[in-house]
């Protein structure tokens, strides 16, 4: 029995020194196993990949969000960059009468005058015969102005010695501008050639303080309580519109470039409905037709005055029209 125990001792020791010679563990797998444990570093070699993986796409998304910020700043400056345009070019904004021109006064069949447009640096305007248009680019701190693109129409004009292709020639020679107050209060704009000279002088006409609704509250100075009597005004299409509180009016409204503010009506119809308020509906028409002149009071009043300067028509910005 004694001598039995003492060999399964021997037997054991020797085993445990056979597997200590091998560099075996029991409580690991063999080396040559795929899931060969490795301790800690065996984790962070295995993990290797996944890091690489991550900091890939961490990359990709940093490029894809710079690229986004990126465009996103571009649109910014953009619309700041069209926002400081407008503001160097925003007082020439509107309509100028052209009223000299390479030292004549400006002649035409029709009225000549420039229209700038800051938002699209662009003119639109009239030689006096024919429509022109182009393209200007202005810098308000160097007082510097160019003019290129520039086209007309083509139509025969019937008057003879119209000055069209002097202001043809004029805004091509333009290179400064200035920007003074005449004695009247008003914007003058002059144009300069690369010698300083003179070669256009220009009046600066506004008209858009017309446009939108308007409630007529008095005639020739007296009240009128007629909620219904409205007047609709668009400069650029040229439309008058509007309810006489009873009938539906229409015509058109004409300004004149030769004089400050200088409007007519004209080509007034109206519907034909038997109304009780006949008399004020005929006053209404009557002072249309007698307006020579528009005059802004403040920015929710305007006034109609006839040739005598009396005011004819009083109205207050309201509500657009339902017809």
């Avoid at 039995?4 to 037997?11: F, G, M, P, T």
């Avoid at 009071?297 to 910005?317: C, H, P, R, T, Y």
Wanted: with cysteine; hydrophobic share 35%; proline share 2%.
């Amino acid at each position: 029995m004694n001598n039995r125990n003492n060999s399964i001792l021997v037997a054991a020791l020797g085993l445990a020194m056979l597997m200590g010679a091998s560099g075996c563990s029991i409580f690991n797998p063999s080396s040559n196993n795929e899931g060969s444990g490795k301790g800690l570093q065996g984790w962070i070699e295995t993990g290797k990949d996944d890091v690489k993986t991550i900091k890939d796409k961490t990359e990709k998304e940093s490029s894809k969000v710079k690229k986004d910020t990126e465009a996103a700043m571009e649109k910014v400056d953009k619309k700041l960059e069209e926002i400081a345009n407008s503001q160097v070019n925003g007082n020439l904004a509107g309509d100028w009468a052209i009223e000299t021109v390479l030292g004549k006064k400006a002649v035409g069949e029709t009225s000549p005058f420039i229209k700038f447009v800051p938002g699209e640096n662009r003119i639109y305007g009239n030689n006096g015969c024919n429509i022109l248009n182009g393209i200007y680019v202005a810098s308000n701190q160097n007082k510097t102005i160019s003019f290129s693109n520039l086209a007309t129409t083509m139509m025969m004009c019937g008057q003879s010695n119209i000055t069209d292709v002097e202001i043809g020639e004029a805004l091509g020679l333009t290179v400064r501008y200035t920007i003074e107050k005449s004695k009247d209060s008003e914007s003058v704009l002059i144009f300069y050639d690369a010698g300083g000279k003179e070669v256009m002088q220009l009046m600066h006409r506004d008209f858009h303080f017309l446009d939108g609704t308007w409630a007529v509250i008095k005639i020739d100075g007296e009240d009128v309580n007629i909620p219904e009597m409205k007047l609709a005004l668009d400069v650029d299409e040229k439309k008058m519109h509007g309810n006489t509180g009873c009938n539906i009016i229409n015509g058109e409204l004409e300004t004149d470039m030769d004089a400050a503010n200088s409007i007519s009506f004209s080509k007034i119809g109206m519907t034909r409905m038997a109304c009780p308020n006949s008399g004020w509906e005929t006053r209404m028409t009557m002072a249309l037709e007698e307006a020579v002149t528009a005059e802004k009071i403040n920015d929710d009043e305007i006034a109609f005055l006839g040739s005598n300067g009396q005011q004819v028509m009083l109205l207050k910005k309201t509500s657009p029209i339902d017809d």
